[in-house]
């Protein structure tokens, strides 16, 4: 089975703060993907990632940046947390491009409360 | 800009009826399709691809209709555990899926 881990399920920020939310995957998947999922706006894409050191925006990247130095990890930072950014993230994977877009996994998420 | 839609519900039906929702897309050069489920406060999870033939999976149909661009799905025989939000998913260009915002079902005994 695929499994899409993230580093925390529920985490508390003060405004101004840098956060790191990590999410790893253990299936050698190519894509990786960070969502933010709000009542009423259904889920977002921040970026994705389709190889190690590769990004691209997705509809949302303001006030967010990724990082993925090794190809199970992608890391999503917020440099300077504000409040319009609490939210629940998700972390998903999927395999390469290769066929057209396949199914995504998806990580429990992170529930982070900026205060 | 609303690239994929769908009726937020919440559909509530008796356990063993027979409930069908739509999606519409906008992108015609769209390629790929799903329909994911999310139960509350949980991730969501693929329930199934949907083909230009329709397929089905059990008490599950899904209907693609590129003509119209929208999708469907039906199920019969609700069940209790049917309960949940059922996610419209559209292929964007490259790897990047565009979500629909969910259509809540409700099942009661």
């Known amino acids: 089975d695929v499994k899409v881990t993230q580093s925390s399920r529920y985490l508390v920020k003060r405004t101004g703060e840098k956060v790191f939310l990590e999410c790893v995957q253990d299936?050698?998947?190519?894509?990786m993907f960070w969502y933010r999922q709000d009542p009423g706006l259904g889920l977002r894409l921040i970026y994705f990632s389709y190889d190690v050191k590769m990004k691209e925006k997705g509809d949302i990247p303001e006030g967010y940046s990724v990082s993925r130095e090794k190809k199970e990890r992608f890391s999503l930072i917020l440099e300077s947390a504000s409040t319009n950014q609490t939210s629940m993230y998700l972390c998903?994977?999927?395999?390469?491009?290769?066929?057209?877009?396949?199914?995504?996994?998806f990580g429990p998420g992170t529930r982070l409360t900026v205060l | 800009r609303k690239e994929v839609e769908q009726d937020p519900g919440p559909f509530n039906v008796p356990e063993g009826a027979t409930v069908a929702f739509n999606c519409t897309y906008s992108?015609?050069?769209?390629?790929?399709f799903f329909w994911y489920r999310q139960d509350c406060r949980k991730e969501p999870k693929l329930l199934m691809s949907?083909?230009?033939s329709g397929n089905e999976d059990g008490r599950f149909t899904a209907q693609l209709n590129r003509a119209s661009q929208y999708i469907s799905l039906l199920i019969r025989d609700s069940k209790l555990s049917d309960s949940a939000t059922y996610l419209c998913v559209v292929n964007q260009a490259g790897t990047a899926l565009i979500f629909g915002k969910g259509t809540t079902l409700s099942v009661s005994s």
């Open positions: 998903a994977s999927s395999l390469g491009l290769a066929g057209g877009p396949r199914e995504q996994f």
């Open positions: 949907v083909y230009s």
């Open positions: 299936m050698d998947h190519e894509n």
């Open positions: 992108n015609s050069a769209s390629q790929s």
